[in-house]
């Protein structure tokens, strides 16, 4: 039986430090990162993308994107990653390692997951980066004063997502955390701080040789 590749998402609130951490985290353990976020982002800019207008106006208004699209472009980008590391020879690579960051956001992202990902895909944990609100929101505003180029880091759309994310990401952590899914992780510190404390929990599950 072909073996399944592994996931391990990726969650907090806007500004948490999730992408930053990602690229590390994908450096050094051989993963591959996937933004659901830059995903989407990269859909509704795709020329006569069917999907394009309703993600950019979900992504205005802080709201999540039907998860079916979700799930669809996330299996696709898994697809093509085994394909062409198996193509390159890597056999380091396996069947897959995967960060999906950002991603289930909410209970129907959850059960979407379940149903069209759970037999395809082996979740080893949730990565649970935890961050006040008002470090979220200064470190997104300063992102989009720095020229992020993201239409969503202003005041206005992170006050938006912060209640998305209160209201409807939290409640599936503790979800998650109630199977012993969650690592959680401070991430209010210094950027290398965080990294140090992620590190001790991905070497207890891919120790380097």
């Given amino acids: 039986m072909e073996q399944k590749p592994d996931v391990v998402f990726v969650l907090g609130g806007p500004g948490s430090g999730k992408g930053t951490q990602c690229r590390r985290i994908a450096n050094d353990y051989n993963f591959v990162h996937l933004s659901a976020g830059d995903l989407l982002r990269e859909e509704r800019n795709t020329p006569n993308s069917q999907y394009g207008e309703l993600i950019e106006n979900h992504i205005r ?3 999540i994107v039907p998860v079916a699209i979700t799930c669809s472009l996330l299996e ?3 697809n093509k990653n085994v394909a062409k590391r198996a193509a390159e020879g890597d056999t380091n690579f396996g ?3 995967f960060l999906i960051d950002g991603f289930p956001r909410n209970m129907d992202n959850y059960e979407g997951w ?3 990902m759970a037999d395809k895909a082996n979740v080893r944990f949730v990565l649970y980066l935890e961050c006040p609100q008002e470090v979220c929101m200064e470190r997104c ?3 989009g004063q720095a020229g992020s180029g993201r239409s969503d880091d202003n005041e206005e759309s992170m ?3 912060l209640v998305t994310y209160f209201t409807q990401t939290l409640p599936i952590i503790e979800l998650c955390d109630k199977s012993n899914l969650v690592k959680k992780v401070p991430a209010a510190c210094c950027e290398e701080e965080v990294y140090n404390a992620i590190k001790t929990i991905f070497e207890e599950y891919y120790p380097k040789v």
């Fill in 61 to 63: 208004n802080g709201t």
């Fill in 76 to 78: 696709n980008a898994m």
């Fill in 95 to 97: 069947s897959g390692r």
């Fill in 114 to 116: 379940q149903k069209q």
């Fill in 141 to 143: 505003l300063k992102r």
């Fill in 159 to 161: 006050r938006k997502r």
